[in-house]
């Protein structure tokens, strides 16, 4: 079982920066890929990012490369997510997701497994 509690959204203006926390519970974090999605307001949740259970490999999304960055600390059973060069289309609820690892990273959400309860990222023009 892994909780998950996001945190660091907040109001920022086009261009600005934030980064989002993903705190996990539970003792097998390090045994899970980790992603993140987002939901617009009218629109479908979509794959932002992922994250294998090393760190060493992740995957992102093609609107979102060379401006968004994820990375895992094991010890603090944390994920992040580094946004930089915000657009207002990137205005959203921001999920992270868990899931066992398996051979290869997957942007399919019915895969992952564990929630959290989102954090609101809003960007003005």
């Known amino acids: 079982q892994v909780q998950l509690v996001e945190s660091g959204g907040g109001l920022v203006q086009a261009g600005g920066s934030l980064r989002l926390s993903c705190a996990a519970s539970g003792r097998t974090f390090s045994t899970y890929d980790m992603g993140w999605f987002r939901q617009a307001p009218g629109k479908e949740r979509e794959f932002v990012a992922a994250i294998r259970w090393s760190g060493g490999n992740t995957y992102y999304t093609d609107s979102v490369k060379g401006r968004f960055t994820i990375s895992r600390d094991n010890a603090k059973k944390t994920v992040y997510l580094q946004m930089n060069s915000l657009k207002p289309e990137d205005t959203a609820v921001y999920y992270c997701?868990?899931?066992?690892?398996?051979?290869?990273?997957?942007?399919?959400?019915?895969?992952?497994?564990?929630w959290g309860q989102g954090t609101q990222v809003t960007v003005s023009s």
């Open positions: 997701a868990a899931k066992k690892a398996t051979v290869r990273l997957t942007i399919v959400m019915a895969e992952y497994e564990y």
